[in-house]
């Protein structure tokens, strides 16, 4: 018998289908959020028990489950802290947009030209180290108390961390495709444009990665501090009238809200960068 006659199972695994790669990656985004989820279900359970929280104040999974789906007024319940969340939500995209539209154009200005880089970074500090609730007070007499707060509370904070990921990001364009463009005739904008914006996609979705709950933060602050509504207002709220399961469900929906919207950013990142990222088209 030929040495070949009989398939080792070497070769019988090489020739076993094999996942497709972006079948792979969005297990692992899935798996991942999963992981996430249950660690910070243990977490939560551990720390009330670790600690010995009264069971008035401290609220397990069993008291926020019943009080969204299985009390008499759970329908009741759940439609109110629906009807929060989704103002909050609504709060947070308009944070989002603006930190990120803003972090866009100051990163492209900073590459373009070493001047505003010196006039743009020090004033994006400044905004970074001081406590928003400390300019809270400044931005409702300058703004209002409506839309225009909260665009430019949470879009504080999602200004910074976005803004230096995707200067990283531009900076980070082989160079000597830059030099290609140059030497061809294109100026900076056309090297912006055709190479460093492309290179740093994969620093463009960090940023959206890092944004996403970082507006979902800075929606709750304004919504405490200047809108009076929101899951933000309807805490305190809820807190002063000692409604303590009120807060927990509150408290956990917007998180479960944070980990979904930062999971989508994750899928939507796999598969952008597998169409138009610098490794497209390579796996």
């Excluded at 990283?168 to 830059?178: H, M, Q, Y």
């Excluded at 919504?223 to 469900?249: C, D, M, P």
Aim: no cysteine; net charge positive; aromatic share 6%.
């Amino acid at each position: 018998m030929s040495a070949t006659a009989v398939p080792r199972p070497l070769d019988e695994a090489r020739r076993a289908p094999r996942a497709h790669p972006a079948l792979r990656r969005t297990g692992r985004v899935l798996l991942d959020a999963l992981v996430t989820g249950a660690v910070v279900l243990a977490a939560w359970t551990g720390l009330l028990a670790a600690f010995d929280v009264s069971p008035y104040v401290g609220k397990g999974p069993a008291q926020v489950w019943e009080y969204l789906v299985t009390d008499p007024d759970a329908a009741v319940n759940r439609a109110e802290v629906l009807d929060l969340l989704g103002r909050t939500l609504l709060d947070a995209s308009i944070g989002f947009v603006a930190g990120m539209a803003a972090a866009l154009l100051l990163a492209a200005a900073m590459v373009l030209s070493r001047g505003a880089e010196g006039a743009i970074l020090p004033v994006a500090m400044l905004f970074r180290s001081v406590p928003l609730i400390a300019m809270a007070p400044v931005i409702i007499l300058l703004v209002g108390r409506g839309v225009a707060s909260v665009a430019v509370m949470s879009g504080i904070v999602v200004l910074f961390p976005a803004l230096v990921t995707i200067v990283l990001g531009l900076r980070s364009s082989p160079p000597g495709i830059r030099d290609v463009v140059t030497v061809l005739g294109g100026g900076p904008r056309t090297v912006l444009r055709l190479v460093q914006l492309p290179a740093a996609l994969p620093s463009v979705f960090a940023a959206v990665r890092i944004s996403v709950p970082g507006a979902i933060t800075g929606a709750l602050i304004a919504e405490w501090l200047a809108t009076g509504g929101g899951i933000g207002y309807g805490v305190v709220s809820a807190v002063g009238r000692a409604q303590n399961t009120k807060v927990w469900a509150l408290v956990v929906v917007v998180t479960l809200a944070s980990l979904v919207l930062y999971t989508v950013a994750q899928l939507v990142e796999q598969w952008v960068l597998a169409r138009f990222g610098p490794a497209a088209g390579r796996a």
